[in-house]
């Protein structure tokens, strides 16, 4: 199997199964004598974790990080630094009725189709448990790149949306909700959808808008490594991901460049920014946001038709503890990616500027 590493010098592979005795991974290019915070990393973990709201999915997991390599009193050696993180709440029988059954807008099809084998338990390595991996080399790129600060937030469920600009927003009030909504009054309409949501047994998509702040220019390539779209690919390659827009987006196709050009202030900076802090690949000093999108989760609560293994036609109802909308614990995995992508860039630019 192919595709289990990310990044260029700060590299990332990771390893494990749903309801393997273990998840991990090894990050290769973390410079040497970098200060870990640990505790900095566990508040990362629990913001992704399990079971940590009525929202998500009940499974309990304390998500604690072993490190075994690459840091010694509490620094970085240069060195590979590999990490486990401890299965301890599988619960293997809510998925023996999939052994022989394809669950819709799943992996499962595609995944025994291509290896001609899969994992039913949770979803074996397609799993979105493989991102608790990704946080913590999230946090620890993070602490490499404390100068740029990293914000997202879920700024729609379903057809609830801000009706804010990011530049409005407190970003302290991120973390003061289940929903991660920094808008209170649109944060409590969001989560009792969700409630409702679950309470019909079925799910709902929604989006994450991240903010980077002080960037500083130059990260970025202007051929194929530019910085938006490498942003891109780490945000798609999240489980249930569908969309990536930077900046204007998808609105900018509908005006015209009149409207759309980011004029110059005389310090370089620009009087908009519509191309959302990138132009020619390169970030430009200004904020980069963007905007993820998320489909509802696949599995409902709901009797569906599909398929077995066999080419039968079946009956398919959920089981087991599952996530009525994903958004709010895809959070800190935003965060993560956006912080693996800067600080691979800001490596590069060491190396090659």
Do not use: W
């Amino acid at each position: 199997m192919a595709g289990n590493s990310f990044g260029t010098v700060f590299k990332l592979t990771t390893f494990g199964e749903s309801h393997g005795e273990a998840i991990g991974g090894v990050i290769d290019g973390c410079p040497a004598g970098l200060e870990i915070d640990f505790e900095a990393i566990q508040t990362e973990m629990n913001r992704r974790k399990p079971g940590q709201s009525a929202l998500v999915t009940q499974r309990k997991e304390a998500d604690e990080v072993q490190f075994l390599s690459g840091i010694f009193e509490g620094k970085t050696t240069g060195a590979p630094i590999g990490f486990m993180i401890n299965n301890t709440n599988q619960k293997t029988n809510d998925y023996t009725h999939l052994k022989d059954t394809f669950r819709p807008s799943h992996a499962d099809f595609t995944y025994e189709k291509k290896y001609g084998i899969r994992d039913h338990r949770g979803g074996g390595r397609s799993s979105a448990r493989e991102t608790a991996c990704r946080v913590v080399a999230g946090a620890i790129a993070k602490q490499l790149i404390s100068f740029i600060k990293i914000n997202a937030f879920v700024s729609s469920v379903g057809t609830i949306f801000i009706d804010k600009p990011y530049q409005e927003l407190d970003f302290s009030k991120i973390e003061s909700n289940p929903v991660r909504c920094p808008d209170e009054a649109t944060a409590a309409k969001m989560e009792a959808h969700i409630k409702e949501i679950r309470k019909e047994g079925d799910s709902v998509g929604g989006m994450i808008m991240c903010v980077i702040q002080n960037v500083p220019i130059g990260l970025g390539e202007p051929v194929f490594d530019k910085l938006h779209a490498e942003l891109g690919k780490a945000m798609l390659s999240i489980n249930a991901v569908k969309g990536f827009e930077l900046g204007s987006g998808f609105c900018g196709a509908q005006m015209k460049g009149s409207e759309h050009n980011d004029l110059f202030n005389l310090d370089g900076s620009t009087k908009t920014n519509l191309s959302g802090g990138i132009q020619g690949g390169i970030s430009n000093g200004m904020d980069i946001y963007f905007r993820v999108a998320f489909k509802p989760v696949a599995t409902i609560m709901q009797k569906q038709q599909t398929i077995d293994n066999k080419g039968n036609s079946v009956e398919l109802e959920g089981k087991g503890r599952h996530d009525p909308c994903v958004v709010p614990r895809a959070v800190p995995i935003v965060e993560a990616m956006a912080a693996l992508v800067l600080a691979d860039f800001y490596l590069l630019n060491k190396i090659y500027q």
